[in-house]
């Protein structure tokens, strides 16, 4: 776990999730293995996700460790206040068939605002959002 933090900006610890921002920028939420992701949980993401990024855009990177849940009421809330989030875009790794069956069913069912891909690959799903972002970033002044 320690490589994975080597090019942490910043780490939050919170009882159900780590959220880093990295060198690069990119936001990187991990679900905590065995949680239950509720509402408060997601509401505690989203303060700090706007503390860590000042409410700029960010792309932004969802892993969960095994066996977590996260409720329908979370799923909703997140919907609800997506648009009010500072997502660039969002990449969901997942690592087994099971999450990847969430993760399209989440697509499908809930139809997120925020461009959204799902990835088995993190190299695949950094250097997607790498590209988003560098894109975001054409046209504006230096």
Known sequence: MEGKNSNAVELVLLPNMNVLMDKDGIIRIT???GSI???QDKMQ?????WKLTGGVKHPVIYTSESM??????AKEYSIEVELEQPFLAIA???????YQLLADFYYKFYKPKTTY????????ALEWLLEIKKHSLQGVPK
């Open 117 to 124: 891909k799902v990835f088995n690959e993190e190299a695949r």
């Open 37 to 39: 992701i509720d509402v």
């Open 68 to 73: 977590v849940t996260v409720t329908k009421e």
């Open 45 to 49: 993401e989203k303060d700090v996700v």
């Open 92 to 98: 969901m790794l997942v690592d087994n068939f099971a």
């Open 31 to 33: 679900y905590l293995a």
